[in-house]
């Protein structure tokens, strides 16, 4: 019976053995078979993505020729064509690498055939727009670009695009089968956890309790895995397989929930880059909200210049005071929007009569025309000569008809006469909308100031004419009159045909009553007075389709079906087209046969000044989009795909030299910007220019392996300029000279005098400059098309900015260049000689009138006087004195320079032998409450009057040199006797002030400082 057991034990041994070694057999070739397809599906997925990099590599570039052909057609640049050659060999390379490598794979050969067909027809059309670009034939450029260039394009973007999708779903393919894959490598472990557990079960049973059991912890815990739970089984403290197996599954186990977490911290991540993303897209919104602000205020601003030119022409042409008064004031309150005006005038010049000589819009009963006297504004506009606002209640007479108003805003303005003397007053008044004419208060002064320059030049040719008509006889009076009269139409022939516009006037037959100079120079030589208006319709008719219509419209009008009309249009005249707009009024007399005026208005410059504006524009948008799309292109290439670490370093420096090269062109855009717009500031300072340009030439020394090789004075050469921008002209040139001589690596750098011009010359040994090219080195956006310069970056703008900036520094800059062998560009500035200061009455004020006055106030005394109105050019002159110590200085606190006057009284101390050196600070703010003056320096604060800083400078020189005493704070005078004891210093007598009390020094004794810091005596 043991026998018996023990061989049905042997089999079921031996059954088992075999059932464990074919499954172990099983799932090893299955494992085997699932890693293998893992690496071919790997190495597949690989393959694709690779084959993926290449299409999108070749439509980017494609899209680049495609750029560059657009740009070239628009504006005719040659660095576009150098563009579309060299990014057409690359795609064509990169076509045909793709077409070997992938161009025997099933369902690619027919899509490479195709896009290698649609290239060769896009080759031949852009061969054949280029020679239409040179031709300039651009309506059949047009004609070709809209028939078969952009459906070209548009085809190879759908071969792109269906290349593209293929190549995903592809990968999208692959991914599924890995995924399938994983999915069984994860189904093996639990084959093999039944299946031992099967053998087990076979085996023996009481196995179940230390195998069966232990697998069906396992089976659940993977079930809990596969649902997304993690959790460790407890290990029994077991050694064999199942003890091991329960380990695997733990630390199986452990790294699923790792890696789980680690995705959840990734998808973190992503939602916080998407965050920042959206912070700068509100960043990009509000940098936009702030230039629109600041177009607006530009419109506001052209509005108002607008509005006092359009009243400029209102104030001429008017022979009778009453005529200008009842055309002026009314056109005033138009442009202004107010509501009502009174000119007030002094009758005798004395302030003991006025009148109003002209008053619109203000009730009319209680109204005096005469004053004796004025009072409240109207008396104080006389005394202040400011402007006065006031805001009153409105009286019941000036409510009204509806009685709406409640307020009115009162606006006194003084009228002065050349003299500068105030003879009247202008009150404006709104009631409708105070806050309106508050906020128009520039533009107010601007036309009053106007007006105020016409009445008084009108006032003048009346008071001219009544005495020419009280020295005169009667029959002279007629001639004068008809004289008179005979100049003033001339005078209107004169203004109407100095009038830029065409003006014509015809009647309804076609006769033209009246014809202006520009009209006969502008439209035809054969138009006058008294032809008929069918010769304009000729000169219309081949003048093109918009000209051909303007006629048939013309026609019309006159004929009677239509008052006005108002057109623009493009007149073709020969090989040249100007722009016109047309103007036409009818002019209807009582009694008389309606007439019309015609005026064309000749706005060729204007549309010139838009081509060019729109051509600026798009060169910028053009430049900026450039940087920017590398940087979105490698940047998507970064967030979206798996990149290895050299190409990341890679892609991350071209992110890199893009951004710097985007800064770069924006500051140039905005320094030019603010130069032509005039809102440039500079700070001229005298500078060592030796010393300027060796700072210059060190941060260039060694760059790009050039040399410069200096040649600096043996003296200081001075200039007055702005150190900021004279450094960045150099560093433009010193850059031009290095990147246009590659292969020549000396730069010569010079400095001489000439005269009273101060000179740079820089000189570089490489390229050169092309003749053709000279005469437009220093335009906007310019550079020169050459072979050699291809690869050379920038924008155009750096000569540009540096012609700028040396014409607003007073100084110029020049060329010499020969082609091939190099070129020297020349910086001037007048030179600055420093003045001493050595026994003379130094005057810094940057005030130049008063200034002069101080000046000329102390040379009426015979004195010898120096002035200068920055800090700078004061401590310079300090520093070039090899004498003794001013006589005198009259210092400014707030100066235009860097520093201040402080700065100069700071200077002048430095000095050992000039502290005692007599000092006048003068200022318009009040005495600082730190500031103690000293018997050698005053503070006199603005406005003061010449006899009182006279009286004050010859006081202070005539005290000559201190007498050794000490002034100090108030304190115990057995405290202070004990203080100069303990020094060894001897005194004399001892006064008290109210602040101070003073020591005379004995002889002796120690020879203290004449000006000391109080805070010293105290220790």
């Not at 560009?825 to 600055?832: E, G, K």
């Not at 026994?839 to 006087?865: K, P, Q, S």
């Not at 007599?918 to 006899?947: A, M, N």
Request: proline residues 3%.
């Amino acid at each position: 019976m043991v026998t018996q057991r023990q061989t049905l034990t042997g089999k079921v041994t031996a059954a088992a053995y075999r059932l464990m070694i074919a499954f172990a057999i099983i799932t090893v070739a299955v494992t085997l078979l699932v890693n293998r397809q893992t690496s071919r599906l790997d190495e597949r997925i690989t393959g694709q993505i690779e084959q993926l990099n290449r299409i999108q590599d070749m439509e980017e570039v494609f899209n680049g020729i495609v750029s560059a052909f657009r740009g070239y057609a628009a504006y005719g640049r040659g660095e576009f064509l150098d563009d579309i050659g060299s990014n057409k060999s690359e795609y064509q390379a990169m076509v045909q690498r793709y077409a070997n490598s992938y161009g025997s794979l099933e369902g690619e050969a027919q899509r490479i055939r195709e896009l290698q067909t649609l290239n060769s027809q896009y080759w031949r059309v852009l061969k054949n727009a280029m020679d239409l670009k040179t031709m300039n034939d651009m309506k059949s450029l047009n004609e070709l670009s809209q028939n078969q260039a952009t459906p070209l394009v548009r085809s190879i973007e759908r071969e792109f695009d269906l290349l593209i999708n293929q190549q995903r779903q592809s990968v999208s393919d692959l991914v599924q089968q890995n995924k399938s894959i994983n999915q069984m490598i994860v189904a093996v472990p639990v084959l093999l956890f039944a299946g031992t557990g099967l053998i087990a079960f076979l085996l023996i049973r009481y196995l179940r309790r230390h195998v069966i059991e232990p697998v069906h912890q396992m089976e659940t815990a993977v079930a809990r895995i596969g649902q997304g739970h993690y959790s460790l089984i407890q290990a029994p403290g077991r050694e064999d397989e199942i003890g091991r197996l329960i380990s695997g599954i733990n630390h199986m186990t452990q790294e699923l929930q790792d890696r789980s977490e680690e995705q959840e911290r990734n998808l973190r991540h992503m939602r916080d880059q998407h965050d920042e993303l959206e912070a700068q897209n509100e960043e990009i919104q509000a940098q936009q909200m702030e230039q629109e602000e600041t177009l607006a205020k530009l419109t506001k601003r052209e509005a108002e210049l607008s509005t006092i030119n359009l009243y400029q022409e209102v104030l001429t042409g008017f022979t009778e005071m009453s005529h200008f008064l009842e055309k002026a004031i009314p056109a005033l309150l138009d442009a202004l929007d107010q509501d009502a005006a009174l000119v007030v005038m002094d009758r005798r010049g004395q302030g003991t009569g006025y009148e109003t000589v002209y008053a619109s819009g203000y009730p009319q009963q209680g109204f005096a025309m005469n004053h004796d006297g004025l009072f409240g504004p109207a008396q104080r506009i006389f005394s202040e000569q400011q402007p006065l606002f006031r805001t009153r209640e409105l009286s019941e007479a000036e409510a009204g008809v509806h009685g709406a108003y409640r307020k009115a805003f009162d606006q006194y303005y003084p009228l002065a006469d050349e003299q500068n003397r105030v003879a009247g007053f202008l009150l404006l008044t709104a009631y409708a909308s105070p806050a309106a004419a508050q906020d128009n208060v520039q533009v107010t002064e601007g036309l009053v100031r106007q007006f105020a320059l016409a009445l008084f030049a009108q006032l003048a040719g009346e008071e001219r004419r009544r005495q020419s008509a009280s020295l005169e006889l009667l029959n002279e009076e007629l001639l004068t009159e008809k004289q008179l009269l005979a100049d003033q139409r001339d005078m209107i022939q004169q203004v109407v045909d100095s009038i830029h516009e065409a003006i014509l006037m015809c009647r309804s037959d076609g006769h033209i009553t009246f014809v202006n100079k520009q009209a006969s120079r502008l439209l035809s030589q054969g138009l006058h007075a008294g032809s008929s208006v069918e010769l304009l319709y000729r000169q219309l008719e081949s003048g093109g389709a918009a000209a051909e219509a303007v006629r048939h419209q013309l026609a019309a009008n006159l004929a009677g079906e239509a008052a006005e009309y108002n057109e623009q249009f493009a007149w073709s005249c020969g090989s040249m087209v100007r722009y016109y707009e047309l103007y036409m009024n009818t002019l209807q007399e009582k009694g008389h046969e309606n007439r019309y005026l015609i005026v064309f208005r000749d706005r060729t410059e204007e549309e010139k000044a838009d081509q060019a504006k729109n051509e600026f524009v798009s060169i910028v948008s053009h430049e900026l989009r450039t940087p920017l799309a590398s940087i979105l292109g490698f940047m998507e290439i970064l967030l979206n795909r798996d990149v290895k670490p050299e190409k990341q370093k890679k892609y991350m420096e071209t992110i890199y030299k893009e951004s710097h090269r985007l800064s770069n062109l924006i500051n140039d855009f905005l320094d030019l910007q603010r130069m032509e717009s005039g809102r440039q500031v500079y700070m001229k300072v005298p500078l060592d220019l030796g010393s300027l340009t060796a700072d210059v030439c060190a941060q260039w020394q060694g760059k790009e392996g050039h040399r410069l090789l200096l040649k600096l004075p043996d003296r200081p050469y001075y200039v007055l300029s702005d150190a900021d921008r004279l450094t960045q002209v150099l560093h433009n040139i010193i850059s031009n000279a290095i990147k246009y001589s590659p292969h020549s690596p000396d730069i010569d750098v010079s400095i001489r005098l000439e005269g009273d011009q101060c000179y740079v010359d820089i000189t570089d040994y490489g390229l050169g400059i092309p003749e053709e090219a000279k005469a437009n080195l220093f335009t906007k956006f310019y550079r020169v098309d050459n072979t050699d310069r291809r690869q050379i970056g920038g924008t155009g703008l750096g000569l540009a900015i540096v012609k700028e900036i040396m014409e607003d520094l007073g100084g110029g800059v020049t060329f010499v260049s020969r082609f091939g062998e190099g070129s020297t560009f020349t910086v001037s500035l007048d030179s600055y000689q420093p003045q001493s200061v050595s026994g003379r009455i130094v005057v810094v004020e940057d005030d130049e009138n008063l200034g002069r006055l101080i000046g000329a106030t102390f040379e009426n005394r015979n004195y010898d006087i120096v002035r200068f109105k920055t800090a700078e050019e004061a401590l310079l002159g300090m520093e070039i004195s090899d004498g003794g110590p001013p006589l005198l200085l009259i210092v400014d606190i707030q100066l235009g320079g860097i520093l201040n006057g402080w700065d100069v009284v700071s200077g002048l101390l430095e000095q050992e032998t000039w502290s005692s050196a007599p000092v006048i600070v003068s200022s318009v703010l009040e005495r600082p409450g730190d500031y103690l003056e000293k018997p050698f320096e005053k503070y006199l604060q603005k406005p003061f009057t010449v006899e009182r800083l006279l009286e004050l400078g010859q006081s202070l020189i005539g005290q000559g040199a201190p007498q050794g005493n000490i002034v100090l704070p108030v304190q115990s005078e057995t405290a202070v006797k004990e203080a100069f004891a303990e020094k060894g210093i001897p005194i004399g007598d001892l006064q008290v002030d109210n602040d101070y009390m003073k020591v005379d020094l004995q002889a002796g004794g120690k020879d203290p400082a004449s000006r000391t810091d109080p805070g010293q005596e105290n220790e």
